[in-house]
């Protein structure tokens, strides 16, 4: 069975701190793997997509890599506005669904 | 470009009751999803639709969940009779084929009492 599982939970960081969000993926036949935003009460706004061990994206202080068995999101110089919740999702083998992590809540402080 | 729309934004319920929720995809996507997330949790697909035939729908609680998509548009997503357990948010996304990036809807937040 495919398994997302992010880490930590929850981040609470003061402005300009840089961090990184870990999403570790267990699955067969990685075809795909996601970045969203969700922001309380939206839903999940798309962020990047990563197709092989390597691969790298950037969008403004967010920078996604892959490796086999996992991804980062880094987060540089975050700003207020860059609070969320930040959920990693795969898509894998045959299937066309994506498994979801829980999700990484990410608070900013000024 | 108009983004996917989705109604009503929020309902409360009586446990037992029926409720459903209607979804407008992006223009032009052919495939269409019915995610159920749980407060704390990630999106947990429930059906996915092709055109006018489903695709996936292995996680859909059956006995009570229904869902459709008519002439490959609009979808409506049917729970009779709810649970407290149906108490999440259901978000609706859609993308030009499979396996595209997926756009999500605001969500409807049900509330089941």
């Known amino acids: 069975e495919d398994q997302v599982t992010q880490s930590p939970e929850a981040l609470r960081l003061q402005e300009g701190e840089s961090s990184s969000l870990n999403c570790s993926y267990t699955v067969s036949g990685l075809r795909g793997l996601f970045w969203y935003r969700q922001d309380p009460g939206k839903g999940p706004e798309f962020l990047f997509t990563?197709?092989?061990a390597g691969e790298e994206k950037e969008k403004e202080r967010l920078k996604a890599t892959l490796t086999k068995k996992e991804s980062f999101l880094h987060i540089t110089a975050p700003k207020p506005e860059d609070s969320a919740t930040y959920l990693c999702?795969?898509?894998?083998?045959?299937?066309?669904?994506?498994?979801f992590g829980q999700g990484t809540r990410l608070t900013i402080n000024p | 470009e108009a983004g996917v729309a989705q109604s009503p934004r929020y309902k409360i319920i009586e446990k037992r009751q029926s409720v459903a929720f209607w979804c407008n995809p992006i223009s032009g996507h052919a495939t269409l999803y019915w995610y159920q997330q749980i407060l704390g949790q990630g999106p947990k697909l429930l059906i996915q639709f092709q055109n006018n035939g489903v695709v996936d729908d292995s996680q859909l609680p059956k006995d009570r969940f229904s869902a459709e998509r008519l002439k490959g548009v609009d979808s409506t997503l049917k729970i009779q009779p709810a649970k407290l357990e149906d108490s999440a948010v259901y978000l609706c996304?859609?993308?030009?084929?499979?396996?595209?990036?997926?756009?999500f809807g605001p969500g409807t937040r049900l509330l089941v009492l």
């Open positions: 999702a795969v898509q894998a083998g045959g299937a066309q669904k994506l498994v």
């Open positions: 996304a859609s993308s030009l084929s499979s396996p595209e990036t997926q756009y």
């Open positions: 990563l197709y092989s």
